[in-house]
């Protein structure tokens, strides 16, 4: 069975860190790529981060870039989202997501999703 686990979300103060954990298992991790979303209420789900297989390369939307840093610990099937610096706007439902291809980035392009975690940023 396919499993992707998200964990890490929480409260946090405007400025801190939290660091998602996707946890997978099911399929042969080193062969998908792994991608991080995020849904605010009343949002679309957007692409946040992703991973290519084996670690080979990353993406980031442009409103992380230097805040949020995406790694893979392949022995144990797992990637990590550190986020730093904060703010409001990144409140939302963190998911992960698996896909074959080499740098998925639209939704359209994962084929396996895990329950998402919640990340609120507020004072």
């Known amino acids: 069975e396919v499993q992707l686990q998200a964990f890490g979300g929480g409260l946090v103060q405007p400025g801190g860190s939290l660091t998602l954990s996707c946890v997978a298992s099911?399929?042969?991790?080193?062969?998908?790529?792994i991608g991080w979303f995020r849904q605010a209420p009343g949002k679309e789900r957007e692409g946040v981060s992703c991973?290519?297989?084996?670690?080979?390369?990353?993406y980031y939307r442009d409103s992380v870039k230097g805040r949020f840093t995406i790694s893979s610990d392949n022995a144990k099937n797992t990637v990590f989202l550190q986020m730093n610096s904060l703010t409001a706007e990144d409140t939302a439902v963190y998911y992960c997501?698996?896909?074959?291809?080499?740098?998925?980035?639209?939704?359209?392009?994962?084929?396996?999703w895990g329950q998402g975690t919640l990340v609120t940023v507020s004072s």
């Open positions: 997501a698996a896909s074959r291809l080499t740098l998925p980035i639209t939704r359209t392009d994962y084929r396996y």
């Open positions: 099911g399929f042969t991790f080193d062969d998908y790529a």
């Open positions: 991973i290519t297989n084996r670690g080979g390369g990353t």
